[in-house]
């Protein structure tokens, strides 16, 4: 049997979740204010093409990636005992229910339109309405990975001694 210096593993769990959020901040923070803004004055149709062209990489790492942090986090929690903790874990678990319940609705109707079949101004509009509609749902999840990251800040330097 290993033994485990619980201590030891709770930093190394923390830092590589404090590694994680602030990945998982820096991401959400960068779509929110620079991607997002840069398509502003796109028609419909460019803005649908580069969402349909963004999303499925986007998606096939961020999902796995907040699983993962979460279950580190988890891991912090129980070596470190600090309850300060909990916010992130909060947080970045609440990506994955808020993706499912708010946006996929959303993120399905865009997956399914084709930017060459907007024929009219009104299919262009349609899109450029759904686009902009993600992206204010989308700066939810930025808010939450942003209190989250901040939150790990806050519970890795901790000074009080909380460790077990």
């Not at 590589?16 to 602030?22: I, M, P, Q, R």
Request: net charge negative.
């Amino acid at each position: 049997v290993m033994n485990v210096n619980t201590k030891e593993a709770g930093r190394w769990l923390e830092a590589a979740s404090l590694f994680g959020t602030g990945l998982a901040a820096g991401f959400t923070f960068y779509i929110t204010k620079i991607e997002i803004p840069s398509r502003e004055d796109d028609t419909g149709a460019y803005s649908l093409a580069h969402y349909r062209h963004v999303f499925p990489p986007s998606a096939a790492f961020m999902k796995p990636f907040g699983m993962f942090l979460n279950a580190l986090m988890g891991g912090v929690i129980y070596t470190t005992r600090k309850p300060l903790w909990w916010v992130p874990f909060v947080c970045i678990g609440a990506l994955g229910p808020f993706t499912v319940f708010a946006i996929a609705e959303t993120n399905d109707t865009l997956m399914s339109m084709e930017p060459l079949d907007l024929k009219t101004p009104d299919d262009d509009e349609k899109a450029k309405e759904l686009v902009v509609k993600w992206g204010k749902l989308h700066t939810i999840r930025t808010g939450l990975s942003l209190v989250g990251f901040a939150a790990a800040i806050a519970a890795a330097l901790d000074l009080t001694g909380s460790m077990s």
